[in-house]
């Protein structure tokens, strides 16, 4: 299936000379949510506003649901919703106005009964008549998610949706992003939180500094970066790893009563059995054991401090 | 055409103006009167008529022109500053419109209260003078273009502005002494030659000239030439504004 955004050799430098993106090559997959992960200020609310029309791309080539997004940007822009990262609202409009005037904007007809539902989705309803300025830092984030949704998008953009917002909310979030997900959109969104990330999405960018340095899918990503550990409790102490034992990628803790075997970097399959089957051979008793493995959040840290 | 985003904008400002439109209207009434109060009564003791025209009558068209610039100006650019200043223009610059229908809306928008204004303007005058209007569509069409074309002139100090001082600097600076200079209040064949022939590169002018003709039938300048000056300032606002959204002046990074 061709890709739903396709985007070639994407640049952007800013007025000022601030480069903020780089030769920037991406394909989004139909259907798909796709995490863009990076620092702060490495460039993906400039990635997202260029393909949404608001921000200028100094070079490149971007396609939405096949239409150039510059040449045919009616039929691009119909189709993409955003959540932008920053709250911004009029603060005297009521919700029903702004979110009826967003899908009028999109050359949407008006239709109070979907309007209806999504305000109903996002437990908005009961405010549809109240002034925005009075609801909550949350709701406001809810209106602004209403607003992208009134016209029905194929693609949507979140900027960092749960950017302070509490833990319940968050859930809903992650709900109504499945559910879209369910109904076909097309997710892309942002976010510093990694446990999202890993919670939510198919694949994973990583953009640090303007570049993308690195395109996966999740499940592959946490296979070929992702460590596991193998902790055994020992039984009595060990005053240093016997020679028998010296073929194993093997540390003892500094309190000399845990044996650490690292293994699964890159794939690699470990031969747990054997090493159990040697200790016993070596006369070590383990009294208990335990595996951790790398979290995404460990794998980012890793990347972002590897590239210079 | 999105006609839908041209009605959905429209609506949505006109909601805005409904909800002010009571102190909207307090102040042109106000003035009015204090004008018809200074102007008509002090002013008007001493120069009884006009071109034959009481001199109550004859401010008429230029308070209501004053009024129409101003409200036009200021309503257009707010409409427009508003949503840059708060960051909402992301959602305008990213929804499939093209700038056409954008300046459409929101100059629509702003042409539709000046001239509900205006009409108040002139009814609250029609309580202190007796005046006839000649050419009641004439009259319409003027006060329409005026307002759509002074508004668009301030859609594009909405767009230019970037505080709130700017955006009071060019109706100050500017529109309110070239309409008090353009004949609001006397006729230009009142001035000294020289001072004549400068008032003729004052546009104001012919936009007075030309609607007071519609209300009474006497001019500074041409009818023809007036509506034809009116339709130039309309083209030119309008060619800045297409030259604004083409660049993305100050409107995009
Ligand atoms: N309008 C602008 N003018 C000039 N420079 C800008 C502008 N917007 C962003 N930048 C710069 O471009 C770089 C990328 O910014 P961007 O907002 O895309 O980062 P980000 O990845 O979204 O960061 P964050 O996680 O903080 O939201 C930053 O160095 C930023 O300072
Ligand atoms: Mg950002």
């Known amino acids: ?308 | 055409m999105n006609f839908h985003a041209i009605r959905a904008i429209y609506i949505y400002e006109m909601a805005r103006t409904r909800r002010t439109l009571l102190q909207s209207i307090v102040s042109p009434v106000l003035s009015t009167s204090l004008y018809f109060v200074v102007f008509g009564s002090a002013i008007g003791s001493r120069i009884s008529h006009v071109g034959g025209v009481s001199y109550g009558a004859f401010i008429v068209p230029g308070l209501i022109m004053l009024g129409l610039l101003t409200q036009s100006i200021s309503n257009a650019s707010f409409g427009i500053f508003f949503p840059r200043f708060v960051g909402t223009i992301y959602e305008i610059l990213s929804a499939p419109v093209s700038a056409v229908e954008i300046v459409t809306a929101y100059v629509g928008a702003a042409a539709t209260k000046s001239v509900i204004l205006g009409l108040i303007t002139l009814a609250t005058a029609a309580i202190f003078v007796r005046m006839p209007i000649i050419h009641p569509l004439w009259m319409l069409a003027f006060l329409v273009l005026t307002s759509i074309t002074f508004s668009m002139f301030g859609f594009v100090i909405g767009i230019w502005a970037n505080n709130f001082e700017k955006l009071q600097l060019i109706p100050l600076l500017v529109v309110t002494p070239l309409t008090f200079l353009g004949g609001s209040f006397y006729s230009i064949d009142m001035l000294p030659p020289l001072w004549r022939d400068i008032t003729l590169f004052n546009p104001v002018v012919y936009l007075i000239s030309g609607f007071r003709w519609s209300f009474y039938g006497i001019s500074d300048v041409g009818v023809a030439i007036s509506l034809g000056m009116t339709l130039v300032f309309l083209a030119a606002c309008l060619a800045l504004v297409i030259w604004i959204f083409r660049t993305g002046y100050r409107l995009k990074t």
């Open chain 1, 1 to 308: 299936m061709s890709p739903i955004i396709s985007i070639s050799h994407l640049a952007k430098t800013y007025a000022g000379g601030k480069t903020a993106l780089r030769d920037i090559s991406l394909d989004i997959r139909r259907g798909e949510i796709f995490a863009l992960l990076g620092p702060n200020g490495a460039g993906k609310t400039t990635l997202i506003s260029i393909v949404c029309g608001i921000v200028t791309p100094s070079a490149g080539t971007i396609f939405a649901d096949g239409h150039d997004i510059v040449r045919d940007y009616r039929a691009a822009r119909e189709r993409i919703g955003l959540v932008p990262q920053e709250l911004t609202v009029e603060a005297f409009e009521t919700v029903w106005a702004t979110v009826n005037l967003s899908r009028g904007l999109f050359g949407k007809p008006p239709n109070p009964a979907l309007i209806e539902k999504v305000l109903r989705d996002l437990s908005l309803w009961d405010r549809k008549a109240s002034q925005i300025r009075t609801l909550s830092g949350g709701m406001k984030r809810r209106v602004m998610i209403a607003k992208a949704l009134s016209h029905e998008p194929r693609i949507l953009f979140l900027d960092e949706p749960t950017a302070g917002v509490d833990v319940e909310l968050r859930r809903d979030m992650w709900q109504l992003v499945r559910h879209l997900r369910a109904s076909g959109t097309t997710i892309i969104l942002t976010t510093h939180y990694l446990e999202e990330a890993e919670e939510m999405a198919d694949r994973i960018g990583v953009i640090d500094k303007g570049e993308l340095i690195l395109v996966e899918d999740k499940p592959a990503l946490m296979r070929k970066l992702g460590k596991k550990r193998l902790t055994l409790a020992l039984a009595a102490p060990l005053a240093q790893i016997p020679a028998a034992l010296a073929a194993y990628p093997l540390t003892l803790s500094p309190n000399k009563e845990e044996l650490i075997y690292a293994y699964g970097e890159n794939g690699a399959r470990p031969g747990i059995g054997a090493l159990l089957a040697d200790l016993v051979k070596a006369g070590i008793v383990v009294k208990d054991l335990r595996t951790d493995e790398s979290s995404l959040e460990d794998i980012f840290v890793g990347l972002i401090r590897r590239t210079p």
